[in-house]
């Protein structure tokens, strides 16, 4: 079973960047696209970025033009650059797997200040 361990989140002013991984344990992850999910406090999760197995990416219109997703398959890893941070990208971030999601992991948190 896949397991999913997100990293690099904390606390930034408005404006600053962070730079979040994830690495996933197991074999498949390299023919899987994946996603950044994020979840703020009394909102659904939503996905944020997107890359293809082929590194074809995606944004959603709240974050586009400032973050950049990426992977790295020998590593097993996917990143989120996250630069010109807001107050409203404040969330639990996490990755997955996009159409069949492997079991969640833990998040990270990021707490944007004003």
């Known amino acids: 079973q896949v397991q999913l361990v997100e990293s690099g989140g904390g606390l930034v002013q408005a404006g600053g960047s962070l730079r979040l991984s994830c690495v996933a344990s197991?074999?498949?992850?390299?023919?899987?696209?994946m996603g950044w999910y994020r979840q703020a406090p009394g909102k659904q999760r939503e996905r944020v970025a997107a890359i293809t197995s082929g590194g074809g990416t995606n944004y959603a219109d709240s974050v586009k033009g400032r973050f950049t997703i990426s992977r790295d398959n020998a590593k097993n890893t996917v990143y989120l650059q996250m630069n010109s941070l807001k107050p409203e990208d404040t969330a639990v971030y996490y990755c997955n797997a996009i159409g069949t999601p492997w079991p969640w992991g833990q998040g990270t948190q990021v707490t944007v200040s004003s």
């Open positions: 197991g074999s498949v992850f390299s023919i899987n696209a």
